[in-house]
């Protein structure tokens, strides 16, 4: 009788939002997920300046795409859709829900969990949780003794990408995690899932603390430097922007001070936080973070120019000679 070889099963595909706390949390949630089950996975970090095309994709060996925290470009999910099994979308952000509300080519075989009132890595965490559950292999993805530390690192992970900072010292914890500086790309940093699962909470926070002023008083140095610009040459009002390639890592806090600055000078209440991505290798190319008080809404900008977000933070990239012809020269400004 002859003897075929058995057929390797197909593996799962995680792409999930990257350089991001709350994305690479979501994929520590699928990670969990699929070392309890002993599914084959393959994890790709994701990136908005540079996202994943079908083409980059083994799909030869996968029948299943989960999209965390990053659905990619109009149309990606959809052609993804096509060539696959199923995709999973597990997402919060607004422009995310608009894409889809709005499309009317999404297959059947296409799941989508989208809540802006969650953050991504709780979407995932919770979506994984039951999912484990449902195949009736038990209660907890995590040892019982790791599970009150890892659900307070995912309330802290999204009490911080929600901009809520309700829990007590959540600026103190993300500067904690600023500061241990983990790659969360997975395939170049192999042990990156073992590393977020030994995070102690209160140890980043005590890191986080000591580190706060040094890091505000970087801030400061930077604010002191802001300049006006308008948005899309004036199509979007105007607001305050600094030069920020110094201190990027520090965009989110520096961006809503950034904004709080631009309403003082009763400017729209925006910051935009400006400075080139390192592994893009192009001083041509800047990325521009938006933070933003109150009502305003930043997405619909960062959409223009191909990004997005969520109300209060997004982005996009644009050519540093297009940027040059948003600033306000200094004679012409008409705010102190």
């Known amino acids: 009788m002859e003897v075929y070889p058995m057929k390797k099963p197909a593996s799962s595909a995680v792409l999930y939002h990257y350089p991001c ?64 099994k199923s995709v999973i979308i597990l997402d919060h952000h607004k422009t995310a829900l608009e894409m889809f509300s709005l499309s009317t080519s999404i297959g059947e075989n296409v799941t989508k969990i989208i809540d802006i009132e969650r953050s991504g890595a709780t979407i995932a965490y919770d979506y994984f949780k039951g999912k484990y559950m449902e195949k009736g292999l038990g209660c907890g993805l995590v040892p ?42 997975v395939r170049a940093n192999p042990t990156l899932f073992e590393q977020l699962l030994a995070l102690d909470p209160q140890s980043i926070i005590s890191q986080g603390m000591a580190s706060l002023s040094c890091k505000q008083k970087l801030i400061n140095e930077v604010l002191d430097q802001s300049y006006e610009i308008a948005l899309g040459t004036g199509v979007y009002g105007h607001c305050l922007a600094v030069n920020a390639d110094s201190v990027s890592e520090l965009r989110s806090e520096l961006g809503h001070q950034l904004a709080q600055k631009s309403r003082d000078k009763k400017l729209r209440s925006i910051g935009a936080v400006v400075y080139r991505v390192p592994k893009l290798e192009s001083d041509e190319l800047l990325k521009i973070s938006l933070r933003s008080m109150d009502s305003e809404d930043t997405t619909p900008i960062s959409q ?33």
């Open 21 to 84: 706390p709350d994305g690479v949390f979501a994929a520590l949630a699928a990670h969990l997920y699929f070392s309890a089950t002993s599914r084959p996975v393959l994890f790709f970090p994701n990136t908005v300046y540079n996202p994943i095309k079908p083409e980059d994709l083994p799909l030869d060996k996968i029948d299943e795409v989960y999209l965390l925290d990053f659905v990619g470009p109009s149309g990606f999910a959809e052609k993804l859709a096509s060539l696959v």
């Open 144 to 185: 019982v003794d790791k599970i009150e530390q890892v659900d307070q690192l995912y309330r802290y992970v999204e009490d911080i990408d929600l901009w809520k900072w309700a829990l007590p010292n959540s600026k103190a914890f993300s500067s904690g995690m600023k500061d241990l500086n983990i790659e969360y790309d």
């Open 304 to 336: 223009a120019f191909g990004g997005g977000g969520h109300q209060h933070a997004s982005s996009f990239m644009l050519s540093s000679s297009e940027f040059e012809n948003w600033k306000i020269p200094v004679k012409a400004c008409t705010h102190s």
